[in-house]
């Protein structure tokens, strides 16, 4: 079902405390969606962006989120509310009902990272780089995330904890150092947005 006409913004986020995009979605609800989609956790959330500027890097993207809060509801009077959808990807909804309890022996945290991930996300792989060191750790029936997490702190590169692991796409989760992360450009295939006071 189109909500648009009820939606007065969006934030999408992707940043490197959170391993998944996420998203919050604004409504100024006249037609009592709530409870006639109905709209409530675990509903389907679909959002398509669209940039056009002229630039090679317009073009559309759809996100796909679950919605696991509704928050900041208030009335606005005339049976007119407003509240706050938040989402996330389905992996992140998942992850916060899973639970790991392995033990890893003198393995590459790295390689335990994509075991993990290959296990609990429906055998969704991991790219990226590796790490130097083997380790022993031991997961006691902690999320997905939070193994993952603790793994990273063990994973060295150079001799130092240096590992990031974060969706680069919708579905696409990658491993990488934060010394290989400073040496690249900061560029999004995704989406790039031209500020407005360009022209």
């Known amino acids: 079902m189109d909500v648009t006409d009820s939606v007065i913004g969006s934030h999408i986020f992707q940043d490197i405390t959170n391993p998944t995009w996420s998203a919050q979605v604004y409504f100024m609800d006249s037609a009592d ?19 056009k500027h ?21 009335n606005q009077g005339q049976k007119t509310y407003t ?7 389905e992996d992140f909804v998942k992850s916060l009902t899973t639970r790991v309890s392995k033990n890893f022996n003198n393995r590459k945290m790295t390689d335990c990272i994509r075991e993990v991930v290959s296990d609990n996300f429906n055998g969704m792989s991991v790219t990226g780089v590796g790490c130097d060191n083997n380790a022993n750790v031991i997961i006691p029936n902690w999320t997905p995330y939070d193994a993952i ?4 702190k063990m994973a060295h590169s150079g001799g130092v904890a240096d590992f990031l692991f974060f969706q680069s796409d ?30």
Request: with cysteine.
């Open 54 to 74: 002229n630039v090679h890097t317009d073009m559309k993207h759809e996100f796909e989120f679950v919605v696991y809060k509704i928050d900041d509801k208030a």
């Open 149 to 152: 997490g603790w793994q990273l």
């Open 170 to 199: 919708d579905k696409v989760y990658t491993l990488d150092t934060i010394r290989n992360c400073y040496g690249k450009l900061a560029d999004s295939t995704t989406l790039r947005v031209k500020p407005a006071n360009m022209g």
């Open 33 to 51: 969606l709530l409870n006639t989609i109905p709209i409530k956790s675990g509903s389907i959330i679909r959002i398509l962006m669209e940039t």
């Open 83 to 89: 509240y706050t959808i938040y989402a996330a990807t």
